[in-house]
């Protein structure tokens, strides 16, 4: 009998062996691409587990700026505790404004009006100007309509410096309800600066390919596989030269030529290595 021919690979256990290939290239390539960082300010710094995987990243910062950011924290939190519970709700009436510009006006002018009407009726008497008479009516409605006027943009001017009032104090009453939190944002900012300065390790991504194991074996399949077939053939050639030989006659040239065809397949046979470095025989 003949050698048998290569037995076929497992691909279960091809399969088996692939994936553990994967597995070790994708752990080597994280351990490997897991690289500490620092610097002045601080460092970042991998997490391992037993095996010396990588399993998260932790950032510090550097002790004087760590007691920096410590303060800063501590301000940020007493900045929270005077945030507004409430919406924004500024109650402002400049109703008491607009009254007192109203009364000045009223003290400034009342006094002058008195010595005006005093003055006035002097001169109507001296002129002999009766009560009702045309020019006594034309005289008093120049006053009147003056006067009038004068109130009129006295109730426009105390209107107007109420409505600044209202303004400027709303203005007040918002930065009042919004200054909390913009000097926590402000704090949370220089905290995030801080945090800016340190150096960043990043995550690593198994990239590295690992070795194509089932493909190692298929080939070295195929190539055993070859090499049987031609054992093979080559074993069949030496059995029909020695079939000829036991027909033939054993005379003259014909004898000599069929014996020396199969002594040189036998020796090719046998000169010619095979797979593992077994020499292909009749068992």
Known sequence: MGKKAPKAPDPAQTAQAQAQYNQQAAGDTLKMNAMDRTNPFGSSTFTRDASGNPTGI??????????????????????????PSGSFDPNIDAAGLRQSYVDQGLNYALPAWQQE????KVTQSERGIPLGSEIYTDMESGVADNRSRYLSDLASKAWQAGANEEQRQFGNELTKYQLPGAMAGQGLGLLSG??????????????????????????????????YAADQQGLGNLLKTGAALALAPMTGGLSTTLLGTGLGALSNMWNTPSVGGDRPGIQ
């Open 58 to 83: 932790t950032s510090s910062l550097s002790p004087e700026l760590a007691g920096a950011a410590g303060n800063v924290s501590g301000a940020v939190n007493a900045q929270t505790g005077l945030l």
């Open 117 to 120: 009407d005093k003055l006035r």
């Open 194 to 227: 801080m945090g800016g300065l340190i150096p960043q390790a990043q995550q690593p991504q198994a990239s590295v390919a690992a070795p194509n194991y089932t493909g190692l074996v298929q080939s070295n399949y195929q190539n055993e596989m070859q090499k």
